[in-house]
């Protein structure tokens, strides 16, 4: 997956982006990441990217046309591989590719970030993100250029940056290999529309703390059992809210009854 990200500093971005997974997931080529300066693209001598807003209040407001100019170089360079790419047998795929690029706004007023839109994310070979910064953007970048908009949670960052930072995260580590084991991320925290039980490691006693018995049975139909049920009894006591979508068969009701029954 290609990633191009739009922001006012990139220098924010390389500490985060070249360590641990995702540096791997670079290394073992899912992963390519492109930083762009919107000032770079702003005109004048004084490269101005921000105005007050039309209609006065406070803040600064990002000016459309480096956004603009600087998405459009990045839709023309794919056009552009579009035409030379056309002249080889895999016509059908890169036309695919070249619709295949959202252009996303990270601002608080987006479409809720979570696993799902993660999944949905990774499914792609491409992807822009564009950074707000201030009070926001011009409209028209809304209205005229992004073709969607997410937020990462109920509260307000100074940018977009972290918000690209935590959706290249949560992307990679879906991509095929970067987690190593097949099917890692199959298991994780939301990932089953459940929440994870407890997991323990060595040693099996610490203090006065011992590991559960059925982990250490090596019965394998126990273990996958307690974990479904420790699963199911987290997200019943932290987030019961996921209960109401989860995929959940006869055991489960019937664990969650009992929990229910112990609890009223
Ligand atoms: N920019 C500022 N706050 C944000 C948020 N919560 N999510 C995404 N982008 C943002």
Same mark, same amino acid.
């Given at each position: 997956m290609r990633i191009d990200i739009l922001t006012l500093f990139p220098g924010?971005? %390389?500490?985060?982006?070249? *360590?641990?997974?995702?540096q791997k997931a670079q290394d073992l080529g899912q992963l390519e990441v492109h930083l762009h300066n919107i000032r770079d693209f702003a005109a004048g001598k004084h490269h101005v990217t921000d105005e007050p807003p039309f209609g006065g209040g406070g803040g600064m407001l990002l000016k459309p046309e %480096?956004?603009?100019?600087?998405? *459009?170089?990045?839709?023309?360079?794919? !056009?552009?591989d579009k035409v030379f790419n056309l002249q080889s047998s895999e016509e059908k795929d890169q036309r695919l590719k070249i619709e295949d690029m959202p252009i996303i706004l990270l601002t608080p007023q987006g479409r809720p970030f979570s696993q799902t839109i993660a999944q949905e994310l990774s499914q792609h070979e491409r992807l822009v993100l564009l950074c707000g910064r201030y009070e926001g953007v011009d409209e028209r970048v809304r209205q005229h250029l992004v073709t969607d908009e997410i937020s990462i949670g109920d509260y307000v960052l100074t940018g977009g940056e972290l918000a690209a930072m935590v959706i290249v995260d949560a992307v990679t580590r879906l991509l095929p290999g970067v987690l190593g084991a097949e099917g890692a991320a199959e298991t994780d925290s939301h990932a089953t529309g459940l929440l994870e039980g407890p997991h323990y490691t060595k040693p099996a006693q610490f203090r006065e703390w011992t590991v559960p018995e059925v982990l250490r049975s090596g019965h394998a139909a126990n273990i996958a059992r307690w974990r479904r049920e420790e699963?199911?009894?987290?997200?019943?006591?932290?987030? %019961?809210?996921?209960?109401?979508? !989860? *995929?959940l068969d006869e055991a489960d009701r019937w664990f969650l009854g009992k929990l229910a029954g112990e609890n009223s």
């Open positions: 924010m971005f %390389p500490g985060y982006l070249n *360590e641990s997974i995702l %480096p956004i603009f100019d600087a998405v *459009e170089s990045l839709i023309l360079r794919q !056009a552009q699963s199911l009894r987290r997200t019943w006591q932290r987030r %019961p809210d996921l209960l109401l979508t !989860a *995929e």
